[in-house]
């Protein structure tokens, strides 16, 4: 089984980070021969689009005969998801949406023609669909009924995954963080991953017996430990 493990937070000791590296270590029981691919996208972000890849992007013209090159980033990103058979998210919440390295990297996969096709209903996705696994961080509370201020980032991100096919997708909320310690952080954090469903990883994996293996792709990848102080 492979696992697409992105992180998105400069911080390295971030609760998001500590968050989707749970979620790792959670799959990684269920299938320890799984191989991971890491994205660290906080800590070496992707580039803003760049001129070739809007023009590359503009027209179906240009899409069908792309500047030479510009394409090249974006079937990177897009071959890595098409390979995963699990994506894990780790995300902060900034300024009630996600941070710019995570629009980024929507930005490069979600394209007309390789992973969307434009119908008369409307935009349908290209990819297979596959467990997409999101921990989301925030200083403040955005959902449940201590709510009090909008979230603009569950909606915006789950739309993006399921227009390229990405449809089956859990959200973990760790919320309040800018009021918690680290022992309540890791408390608060082991209750939201209690509704973690590794039904179909389980599927996928009952025959795997090999040690995890951990790949760069030019990015850093942290330990999958969970620190326990700031």
Do not use: C
Not at 49 to 63: M, Q
Not at 83 to 112: C, E, F
């Amino acid at each position: 089984m492979n696992i697409l493990h992105i992180d998105n937070s400069p911080r390295q000791q971030s609760h998001s980070r500590q968050l989707s590296a749970a979620i790792v270590k959670r799959l990684l029981e269920v299938a320890p021969g799984a191989d991971i691919i890491r994205r660290d996208l906080g800590t070496d972000p992707l580039p803003q689009t760049a001129a070739l890849y809007a023009a590359a992007l503009a027209s179906p013209a240009t899409l069908a005969a792309p500047p030479a090159g510009s394409l090249d980033l974006s079937e990177q990103l897009v071959r890595e998801v098409e390979a995963a058979d699990v994506v894990v998210i780790g995300t902060p919440m900034h300024n009630l949406t996600i941070p710019s390295v995570l629009k980024a990297w929507v930005d490069q996969i979600l394209r007309v023609g390789r992973t969307i096709k434009s119908t008369s209903v409307g935009k349908v996705g290209m990819l297979r669909d596959r467990p997409v696994l999101i921990g989301v961080a925030s200083g403040g509370f955005f959902t449940g009924e201590r709510a009090n201020q909008p979230d603009f980032l569950t909606p915006y991100l789950s739309i993006a995954l399921s227009s390229i096919g990405l449809k089956s997708q859990q959200f973990f909320p760790l919320q309040g963080t800018a009021f918690l310690n680290w022992e309540q952080a890791a408390e608060t954090r082991d209750k939201t991953l209690a509704a973690l469903d590794v039904t179909a990883v389980k599927r996928l994996t009952e025959i795997q017996d090999q040690p995890a293996m951990v790949a760069s792709v030019g990015w850093n990848h942290a330990d999958l430990a969970l620190p326990r102080h700031a």
